[in-house]
């Protein structure tokens, strides 16, 4: 093949080369030595030949350049593209992983086939449908930041990551969609390239630099080191220049390398996005306990409804309804560590708890939102023969849940088996770091020790008490049972009070 400087000669033109800042280079002697007119030896695309543009005053429109080095240098002899080659040579490159990936294939998913009615599915699995939907078109139309989609087989994650990249080609600007499986295969493949342009340097860059990014499938490739490696190196340059990379996934991102996990979970930068939906080609959603959630039933419950009845309480009642929201929406913003929401019923613990997990809903996670009874009913009916859900496998989609809300813990059976899940579940928590929301009537002196122990950690849990009164009239407890306070009152059988914790309140 005749290479570019070759070419120049065959055409009848004097190759020149030029040094890094755009003066001719001479050879040894002082003339255009041999070196000038040879080809790439390690350049980006020197095989595929190609002028520069003809009024290029670096390289003449020849389109390399040779740098001004002394003989023995690595890069003595060597041709180098230049400036004026940098578009059409990116777009080689780019052009290259697309032949590696399915994207033709997938020319059908765009926005518009994108279905949001999909039937069977619960008003939150439709939900995220709508919140994935809305996200991936904000993000196809100004591509900033990561955008992670997660969800079961079959949820809708690869129609729309595929959408970005249709609606990008189709604007004319650069994309690359490939499956990660698919994409390892592509840099090994490199390693057996006898074109240094095509060879594995040439093909990591390509991918790593791409003005925008999507890897399908995380997860699902081989865990080898080397596979490993490359990802990491691969995220963490793209992490660091803040590239634009979408990225969907089967796992949850706490089974992921601990390195990839750390970037993916950087909330200002990435946005984690869970779909609940129901396989489109048949089968279940994602099992992570939120078909257990009854969080559609409190959808009104936001931080914009919520009240702090001023002129209806006593001033120092509204103030502390104004800070318990203050702490529910710092929680929200940024999940971490345990919230407990003390107080009586009816007093706007539930009401906090949901505006925490419907704000996260909006943010596209899929938080698990339950009272108490019904969690423990939902696993007592896995023995049941009929159950298509093994106990073990609804146990740990609840206790790993990305965000769980216990509402009302306290108001269960208190049986040795539910107190044994109950502290099994939250120890499970505990230890991991998981944010959780728990809302309780209890006093805390009537907790089970164990739990109790977890809750007043102040490394890891924050404890408001709502001091207001209840919106409407608590029912009379039984006789004997724990004493409520009346509006504004001190709780009975309350431990005497703490200082402050990080919540302004005082714990009981």
Known sequence: ?????????????????????????????????????????GGDGGAHGGDGRPDCPRCGGLGWLRRD??????????????????????????????????????????FSTFRLDAPGNTPEALRSLQIAFDAASHFAAQPAGWLVLQGGYGCGKTHLAAAIV??????????????????????RAAYASDVPQDGFDARFEAVRNAPLLVLDDLGTEA???????????????????????VITTNHDLDVLDERLRSRLGHYGL????????????????????????TLHLYGHMTFQTW?????????????????????????????????????DHFCGKTHLAAAIANHRMGEGENPVFVVV???????????????????????????????????????????????EKLYQLLNHRYTSGLPTVITTATPLGDIPPRLRSR??????????????????????????????????????????????TRAGTDPR
């Open 1 to 41: 093949m005749i290479r570019p400087f070759e070419n120049a000669i065959a055409k009848g033109r004097t190759p020149r080369s030029s040094s890094a800042d755009g003066r001719p280079g001479r050879g040894p002697g002082g003339g255009d030595g041999p070196a000038d007119r040879r080809g790439s030896d």
């Open 69 to 110: 080095v002394a003989v023995g240098h690595p890069d003595f002899g060597k041709a180098f593209p230049c400036d004026c080659l940098a578009d059409e040579l990116e777009a080689r490159r780019l052009a290259g992983v697309r032949d590696a990936s399915n994207i033709a294939a997938l020319g059908h998913m765009t």
């Open 166 to 187: 249709n609606a990008r080609l189709g604007q004319g600007a650069p994309a690359v969609f490939i499956a990660v499986p698919d994409l390892l295969d592509h840099l």
């Open 223 to 245: 865990p080898t080191a080397w596979a490993a490696e490359k990802l990491f190196q691969l995220l963490n340059h793209r992490y660091n220049a803040k590239l634009p990379t």
């Open 270 to 293: 990435v946005r984690p996005i869970t779909i609940s939906a129901l396989d489109y080609r048949g089968g279940t959603g994602q099992a992570d306990g939120t078909e257990l959630s």
């Open 307 to 343: 009240d702090v009845r001023a002129g209806a309480v006593e001033p120092a009642a509204a103030e502390n309804l104004a800070r318990a929201a203050r702490v529910a929406r710092s929680f929200a913003e940024a999940p971490h560590g345990w919230l407990v929401l003390l107080g």
């Open 373 to 419: 009874p019904d969690l423990l009913d939902h696993l007592r009916a896995t023995f049941s023969p009929t159950s298509r859900v093994r106990y073990d496998k609804r146990f740990e989609d609840i206790r790993s849940s990305r965000l769980l809300i216990l509402d009302d813990l306290g108001t269960e059976s208190a049986t040795p088996w539910a107190q």
């Open 455 to 500: 809750m007043l950690d102040r490394r890891v849990c924050t404890i408001f008490e709502i001091q207001a009164p209840p919106y409407r009239p608590a029912p009379a407890g039984p006789a004997g049972g724990t004493a409520r306070r009346s509006a504004g009152g001190p709780r009975t059988g309350a431990p005497p009070p703490r200082r402050p």
